[in-house]
């Protein structure tokens, strides 16, 4: 009896039944796993061992340190992270030429930094990711301590348009006559080449926007073989048959980006509620709105605009939580989730994974699913887009779409519904560079809608985008 109190006082006694319990939860867990991701789903399909093509890095060195070195610990970082492994039919046929071809030329002991930085883009384009090519690549601290692009030099001071695959200068934000056909002395379409090989497009409204950005960088122009200088560059212009030159100089880059006068405001016409969201950040700017739009659905109007033209994306709760206040039931997107050690280093609050890792799954599998009912209010939501729209941006206007309570008015976004992204950030020991790779495929609601172009419901101008949502709204029909 007093061995039994001394137990009890000591708490030895429940130190036993804890640790079952414990042990009984992580195999719960784990069986609920296995049954989740064996059960049947036709939106997913995993690849096999053959169909990853994945790396053997079992006796690879990594010492010493070189660019040799970084390119294979980069190699097994993407193997490892980057969903595109798992998810069948995604990974392109030449992968394991092209990644092969990487690791053989970084092993080059006279390459450069920039040499490096070219070669990982490359080995990038073979993940089919936007979100890890061009404004998303490797980046490094400058002589004054400041992070900037690997891949950049100067910025050409001009502001192109695409029109049909050609390149058109543009002036006090309206277009011109004015083609570039030319820049630093070789053909636009040489650079448009370039490009395509060092930055992906994940439809072709994201490579004529590749095109437009990247086409001003003195690193892109060089490579190309065209001919920068300090004060700049020279661009030929075809006006209407009228060939010409011009010099163009570089932006001044010590002045800060304008940045946004707002993260969000709102407007009631009459019976619209317009909301202009210029970036995705959740936050109490956005809890004023859900507010707001509460009080408005509670007065009976049930007309809304989700401005998202030149939204680059973020954090899409902020998107989730607007419709929400309208009284949707926001539809579910699908996702595979790769889990990995870069996962765990990233995201320490997600360790209850860990189990899953150690029984060697190395995903998760959410399904996509469309709510039934999922509109009481019969609230109608009018989401205008254009060629900036990325990301979270593309994810709210698939959620409006395929869930059947709206429409998209303007121009296509320049992201695919079902893309990579949810980025994880890791740093080269060597080179010190620090890059992303992603961990999750998202995979729209509608598994029967077009997985990679969201094209508008009403294709306009973006610029008129606006006016033709009023004059929609105020016609529609209930």
């Known amino acids: 009896m007093g061995k039994i109190k001394k137990w009890f006082a000591t708490g030895k006694v429940w130190k036993i039944p804890l640790i079952a319990v414990v042990f009984l939860i992580i195999v719960l867990m784990v069986a609920a ?21 994945t790396m053997d890095f079992s006796g690879v060195s990594f010492e010493p340190h070189s660019f040799a070195t970084d390119a294979l610990y980069l190699v097994q970082l993407v193997e490892r992270t980057h969903p595109i492994f798992v998810v069948d039919g995604w990974l392109p046929d030449n992968y394991e030429q092209m990644r092969d071809e990487f690791l053989t030329y970084t092993q080059n002991p006279d390459i ?13 384009t073979t993940l089919r990711d936007g979100h890890m090519s061009g404004w998303n690549g490797l980046i490094e601290r400058d002589d004054d ?7 950049f030099g100067d910025i050409l001071d001009i ?55 990247f086409s001003r960088f003195g690193d892109v122009i060089e490579r190309a073989g065209g001919t920068i200088a300090t004060n700049g560059v020279n661009l030929t212009i075809n006006t209407n048959g009228e060939i010409s030159t011009m010099q163009v100089g570089w932006m001044d880059l010590s002045v800060s980006g304008a940045e946004l006068d707002y993260i969000i405001r709102y ?13 995705f950040v959740d936050g109490e ?7 707001s739009i509460e009080n408005a ?30 009284g949707i039931t926001v539809p579910d997107w699908g996702a595979v989730r790769r889990i990995s050690p870069l996962l765990f280093e990233n995201h320490s609050f997600l360790w209850y994974l860990r189990p899953f890792q150690w029984v060697g799954f190395d995903y998760m599998y959410v399904s996509p699913n469309i709510p039934e009912n999922n509109n ?33 008015i303007g121009g296509q976004s320049r992201n695919s519904p079902n893309s990579f992204g949810d980025i994880l950030r890791f740093q080269l020991p060597y080179s010190g560079f620090v890059g992303v790779v992603s961990y999750t495929q998202w995979l729209r609601p509608d598994v029967n809608a077009d997985p990679i172009n969201l094209l508008p419901d009403i294709l306009v101008d973006p610029s008129e985008a606006l006016d033709v949502a009023i004059e929609f709204l105020r016609n529609l029909d209930r």
Request: proline fraction near 1%; hydrophobic fraction near 45%; charge should be negative.
């Open 33 to 53: 796993f296995v049954f989740w991701n064996m059960s049947g789903r036709p939106s997913f399909h995993r690849a096999d061992e053959a169909q990853m093509r």
């Open 112 to 124: 450069t930094r920039l040499e490096f930085a070219f070669a990982t883009a490359r080995y990038f």
């Open 145 to 151: 301590n400041m992070w900037s692009l690997a891949i």
């Open 159 to 213: 502001v192109t348009v695409m029109h049909n695959g050609r390149m058109f200068l543009r002036e006090d934000d309206t277009d011109t006559q004015f083609e570039v056909i030319e820049i630093g002395g070789v053909a636009i379409s040489q650079i448009f080449d370039i490009i395509d090989r060092y930055y992906y497009g994940e439809n072709e409204v994201d490579r004529q926007n590749n095109y437009r950005m």
């Open 267 to 279: 407007e009631i016409m009459d019976d619209i509620f317009y909301i202009d969201l210029r970036t």
């Open 285 to 291: 700017h956005i809890t004023e709105v859900v507010r």
């Open 297 to 326: 659905v509670r007065n009976d109007i049930r007309n809304f605009i989700v401005d998202l033209r030149g939204n680059g994306g973020g954090n899409s709760m902020a998107g989730h939580r607007l419709l929400e206040a309208m």
């Open 376 to 408: 009481p209010n019969d609230v109608f939501v009018s989401v205008l887009t254009d060629a900036s729209s990325f990301s979270s941006a593309t994810m709210m206007a698939a959620w409006v779409q395929d869930g059947g309570f709206g429409n998209i």
